[in-house]
């Protein structure tokens, strides 16, 4: 099993930054390399993906939209994913979900086997 538990969404004006983080526990955790994702819903809209990183850390996808803007990374000691948003935009409003897969970095939603509660990241104009 994992458990994924996000945290640091909150409100923030257009142009600042957050950062999320995912603490990840389990023994599925702990046995296998997991990549990491960070997928985000918005109000009436699908989950989207929005960036993934592999058990090293050496691969990363993004999503078009926060390119540039967000850096994911991970303390694999610490069993900690991050998300550090930057530039952020109105339409980053959202709630932000961690999830975990075995092996390889996915963008797909339906590759995630286990997803944490989410957090609200909130942009105002």
């Known amino acids: 099993q994992v458990q994924l538990v996000e945290s640091g969404g909150g409100l923030v004006q257009a142009g600042g930054s957050l950062k999320l983080s995912c603490a990840a526990s389990?023994?599925?955790?702990?046995?296998?390399?997991?990549?990491m994702g960070w997928f985000r819903q918005a109000p009436g809209k699908k989950r989207e993906f929005v960036g993934t990183?592999?058990?090293?850390?050496?691969?990363?996808a993004y999503a078009d939209s926060v390119k540039d803007r967000f850096t994911i990374s991970r303390d694999n000691d610490k069993n900690t994913v991050y998300l550090q948003m930057n530039s952020l935009k109105p339409e980053d409003t959202a709630v932000y979900y961690c999830?975990?897969?075995?092996?390889?970095?996915?963008?797909?939603?339906?590759?995630?086997?286990?997803w944490g509660q989410g957090t609200q990241v909130t942009v105002s104009s």
């Open positions: 999830a975990a897969k075995k092996f390889g970095i996915a963008t797909l939603l339906n590759e995630y086997n286990y």
């Open positions: 389990g023994r599925t955790f702990n046995t296998y390399a997991m990549a």
């Open positions: 990183i592999s058990m090293s850390g050496s691969s990363t």
